[in-house]
Nanobody
Framework: QVQLVESGGGLVQAGGSLTLSCAAS????????IGWFRQAAGKEHEFVGC????????FYADAVKGRFTISRDNTKNTVALQMNSLNPEDTAIYFC????????????????WGQGTQVTVSS
């Protein structure tokens, strides 16, 4: 089974940018759709976006569309989440997750999860 590790989180001012990375081990990443979710304090997991196995297709939540970009490098077994124009409402723990079959915005359909990385956006 695949293991996922997120990195790249931190503190950034509103309007700034961050790039998160999701690194996979234990299996090849091209076997999985990769989704990004976030969880703010006291809230449930929120879909951010996902990328198809080939990387050709991406899907985003309305809240981040036009600001966030997901890309993948299957040769390096990594997926990136580029986040621009960040605002305090983007503050959350960000998780990457793997789905062995198809794109989905439903967290419970993803089989494997990383431990998350904290993103804090100050106003």
């Amino acid at each position: 089974q695949v293991q996922l590790v997120e990195s790249g989180g931190g503190l950034v001012q509103a309007g700034g940018s961050l790039t998160l990375s999701c690194a996979a081990s234990g299996d090849t990443l091209w076997n999985y759709v990769i989704g990004w979710f976030r969880q703010a304090a006291g809230k449930e997991h929120e879909f951010v976006g996902c990328i198809s196995k080939s990387g050709v297709s991406t899907f985003y939540a309305d809240a981040v569309k036009g600001r966030f970009t997901i890309s993948r490098d299957n040769t390096k077994n990594t997926v990136a989440l580029q986040m621009n124009s960040l605002n305090p409402e983007d503050t959350a723990i960000y998780f990457c997750a793997a789905h062995p079959e198809m794109e989905s915005y439903v967290a419970s359909r993803y089989s494997y999860w990383g431990q998350g990385t904290q993103v804090t956006v100050s106003s």
